[in-house]
């Protein structure tokens, strides 16, 4: 086995354990979100909607960032780069969103559900490549 192959491997390896921290995130938010609006009763108003969604956001991405230094990357936390973090997972959101509404208001009117598919997968491949490049050390 060459380089090319060991470093393919390992990008391959670090892509799948970047997709379980992704849904370990994802549990995580729609977990604080609804303990907050259903537990907790912040739902009488627009703004503790929004501010429960910002602080549940906050959650999965402290927890994605802390597990993506450690098991996908296997980076010190303290060598992370986490406002490169919080700035690429802002870009990926905005990825995900308008490649979502470019499709959906386009070509793909009657197929939401997969513009949000497309979206949501332009936007992880962007995260973890930024990720990867800029947050993380590599090894």
């Known amino acids: ?8 491997q390992q990008i391959h390896r670090q892509l799948w354990r970047f997709l379980l ?11 604080v979100l609804a303990g907050l ?3 907790a009763g912040y739902n009488e108003t627009e703004t503790q909607l929004l501010v429960c969604r910002c602080v ?3 959650g999965a991405i402290t927890l994605t ?3 993506n230094a450690r098991y996908t990357f296997g980076a010190r936390v303290r060598h992370a780069n986490v406002t490169g973090y919080v700035l690429i997972q802002i870009l990926g959101a905005i990825v995900n969103l308008g490649l979502y509404g470019v499709l959906v208001l386009g070509p ?3 197929a939401p559900l997969v513009s949000m598919v497309m ?4 936007a992880t491949v962007s995260n973890f490549l930024l990720s990867r490049r800029f947050v993380y050390p590599w090894r």
């Open 37 to 39: 609006i259903y537990g």
């Open 65 to 67: 960032f802390v597990l």
């Open 119 to 122: 979206g949501s997968a332009t």
């Open 1 to 8: 086995m060459n380089a090319t192959d060991d470093t393919r």
């Open 21 to 31: 921290v992704g849904a370990a995130g994802f549990c995580l938010d729609m977990a």
């Open 56 to 58: 549940a956001f906050l």
């Open 108 to 110: 793909l009117t009657d």
